[in-house]
């Protein structure tokens, strides 16, 4: 399939059925919501321990849902996936929780405190190098995503195995095999839906005087973020699919 065709597809896949949008959407509405009604009173009684929990557990069933149609899109399915079997899908978002920490977050961190570091032992100053910053970031990203697009591609066809997510061999061959042009493609669609597209929407809608910041947050949250997590998750699984 071509590049465009899977635009295409991941873009009808999308509004297939608006109902998993708005589902999809609610949980993301109220996993913010709760974040932010929350936030200044964590930790402090057994509520606040139990909203955690809840927030926790919303969280795994929104990234769980996301490897599903990413399973699914490899398997041949042209729609999405119900949420049926919720326990499922919160063992698939615990999964890919612990392989997004050990191929993306663990490493960032780690390169961000080696450079500190190594500045700080020699006596450098890195700060000229700050106007490269963004440029650099983008590119630790993007390497970082391929290798986690990959584990996640192999756990897909081993039924969300995490010891699949972590066979190396199997990971890199999965890379070879979709190929890096259309990993490198999927990565530079992912930074420019997640911090282009999403902002430029979200500044715009939150800047109408006739909708206003609640409004504009509850439409880009319950319409606009699912959209967009059910499209770079369908796009990713297809560039895993044979003609």
């Known amino acids: 399939m071509e590049f465009k065709a899977m635009l295409t597809d991941a873009m009808r896949y999308s509004v297939s059925k608006w109902y998993n949008i708005l ?13 932010d009604f929350n936030v200044p009173s964590m930790i402090g009684g057994m509520g606040d321990v139990l909203i955690v929990i809840i ?4 969280s795994f069933l929104e990234i769980g849902y996301g490897f599903r149609i990413v399973e699914e899109t490899v398997q041949g399915s042209s729609k999405p996936p119900n949420f049926h079997h919720p326990l499922s899908l919160i063992g698939h978002g615990v ?38 910053a963004l440029f650099i970031a983008i590119m630790l ?13 192999n756990m897909a066809h081993h039924e969300g195995s995490l010891r699949s997510g972590f066979n190396m061999i199997m990971v890199f061959r999965k890379i070879r095999q979709v190929g890096l042009k259309n990993m490198l493609m999927i990565s530079f669609i992912t930074v420019a839906v997640i911090y282009i597209l999403q902002q430029a929407i ?3 809608l939150h800047g109408l005087p006739f909708v206003g910041t609640t409004v504009g947050d509850v439409l880009s949250t319950v319409l606009i973020a699912p959209f967009l997590i059910l499209f770079t998750t369908r796009l990713l699984g297809l560039i895993d699919v044979t003609d």
């Open 23 to 35: 589902i999809l959407g609610l949980i993301l509405f109220l996993t913010d919501h709760i974040i």
């Open 55 to 58: 927030i926790i557990i919303l």
């Open 95 to 132: 999964r890919e929780s612990v392989i997004l920490l050990i191929y993306f977050i663990f490493p960032l961190i780690l390169i961000v405190i080696g450079i500190s570091e190594f500045e700080t032992m020699f006596n450098l100053d890195f700060s000229p190098m700050l106007d490269y």
């Open 141 to 153: 990203f993007v390497c970082f995503n391929i290798l986690f697009q990959g584990a996640v591609l």
């Open 202 to 204: 979200f500044d715009t």
